[in-house]
């Protein structure tokens, strides 16, 4: 099964908002609610950020915000911040009932 | 607070085995679903294996089905992935991570990662 597809790269000013797509087939993100997204600063294990779609963990900012239609999802980071600036990656549950992450998109603050 | 503690990664020969262990603290492990995730230097995440909070259900990735093995023990905290027949794509940290539920939905809290390179 092929990796879910992301922009490898994904630029912006700080205050502004960027959209990181991320795209499946109707074996994953595209037939269930279980799109996550994760946040990874050099160094550093993977956090999450959005679980189910649209579900923000306890502690983590509402700048971030998830969404889905069809067979993409996508993460807004809204009111861009340098500490943003790190490697974003999705993830979805899939019909085979494993888990399928995308190649990761570089986001960096200008 | 979560805490997931990966242990056993190292420089391994081609063709021979290692096993991972993942300490949890912090959390009812009992309940949780557990996963290991894998990621070559400078490359992206790549899921290795998970299974149910019973460890009755486990489901690998085709790229290591037949030669990992992912388990558990609910008194001890502990996961495990053991690993045989390694090769140099196996090269990786290794993480170790908990659901955000008791079956295999998502990785959530993520541990720090184990190394583990195959070479001869």
């Known amino acids: 099964q092929s990796a879910l597809t992301q922009p490898a790269s994904v630029s912006g000013s700080p205050g502004q908002s960027i959209t990181i797509s991320c795209t499946g087939t109707?074996?994953?993100?595209?037939?269930?609610?279980?799109v996550s997204w994760y946040q990874q600063h050099p160094g550093k294990a993977p956090k999450l950020i959005v679980y189910?779609?649209?579900e923000r963990p306890s502690g983590v900012s509402n700048r971030f915000s998830g969404s889905k239609s069809g067979n993409t999802a996508s993460l807004t980071i809204s009111g861009l911040q340098a500490e943003d600036e790190a490697d974003f990656f999705c993830?979805?549950?899939?019909?085979?009932?494993?888990?399928?992450f995308g190649g990761g998109t570089k986001v960096t603050v200008l | 607070q979560v805490q997931l503690v990966e242990s056993g990664g190292g420089v391994v020969q081609p063709g021979r085995s290692l096993r991972l262990s993942c300490a949890a603290s912090?959390?009812?492990?009992?309940?949780?679903?557990m996963h290991w995730v894998r990621q070559a230097p400078g490359k992206g995440l790549e899921w290795v294996a998970a299974?149910?909070?019973?460890?009755?259900?486990?489901f690998y990735a085709d790229s290591v089905k037949g030669r990992f093995t992912i388990s558990r023990d609910n008194f001890k905290n502990m996961l495990y992935l053991q690993m045989i027949g390694l090769r140099a794509e196996d090269s990786a940290v290794y993480y170790c991570?908990?659901?955000?539920?008791?079956?295999?939905?998502?990785?959530?809290?993520w541990g720090q990662g184990t190394l583990v390179t195959v070479s001869s």
């Open positions: 912090g959390f009812s492990f009992r309940n949780y679903g």
């Open positions: 299974l149910s909070s019973d460890g009755n259900n486990i």
């Open positions: 109707s074996s994953d993100v595209g037939g269930y609610n279980y």
């Open positions: 991570a908990k659901d955000v539920g008791g079956g295999i939905r998502c990785p959530g809290f």
């Open positions: 993830a979805s549950y899939t019909s085979s009932t494993t888990v399928i």
């Open positions: 189910d779609v649209t």
